[in-house]
Nanobody, 124 residues
Framework: QVELVESGGGLVQTGYSLRLSCAVSGRDFSSYTMGWFRQAPGKEREFVATISKSGGITRYDDSVKGRFTISRDNAKNTVFLQMNSLKPEDTAVYYC?????????????????WGQGTQVTVSS
């Protein structure tokens, strides 16, 4: 059984930063490709960023490229999302996702496990 627990969300003003964390329980964390997705009210869940099992490959949605950075610490079973220069349109519930032995993917359907989400609100 794999459990994902996100933390680090909150309310910030435009231009500020937040760092999300996702702690993953279970074995073989380094066998999981990890991803961050988000869902704003009334919208579909959308891809934000993903990182390969070793951390050597990352992908970002164009809307966050250059502002967000995904990273992972395989020794601590944790994946991070550093979010800088936040904008009101970044407001959403952010979800962490894990895909066992998955190659790099940007679609939510490819991931096996999901966290409960953490709210990020950016005020103008």
């Amino acid at each position: 059984q794999v459990e994902l627990v996100e933390s680090g969300g909150g309310l910030v003003q435009t231009g500020y930063s937040l760092r999300l964390s996702c702690a993953v329980s279970g074995r073989d964390f380094s066998s999981y490709t990890m991803g961050w997705f988000r869902q704003a009210p009334g919208k579909e869940r959308e891809f934000v960023a993903t990182i390969s099992k070793s951390g050597g490959i990352t992908r970002y949605d164009d809307s966050v490229k250059g502002r967000f950075t995904i990273s992972r610490d395989n020794a601590k079973n944790t994946v991070f999302l550093q979010m800088n220069s936040l904008k009101p349109e970044d407001t959403a519930v952010y979800y962490c996702a894990a895909g066992y032995r998955l190659s790099i993917r940007t679609t939510s359907a490819a991931f096996d496990y999901w966290g409960q989400g953490t709210q990020v609100t950016v005020s103008s």
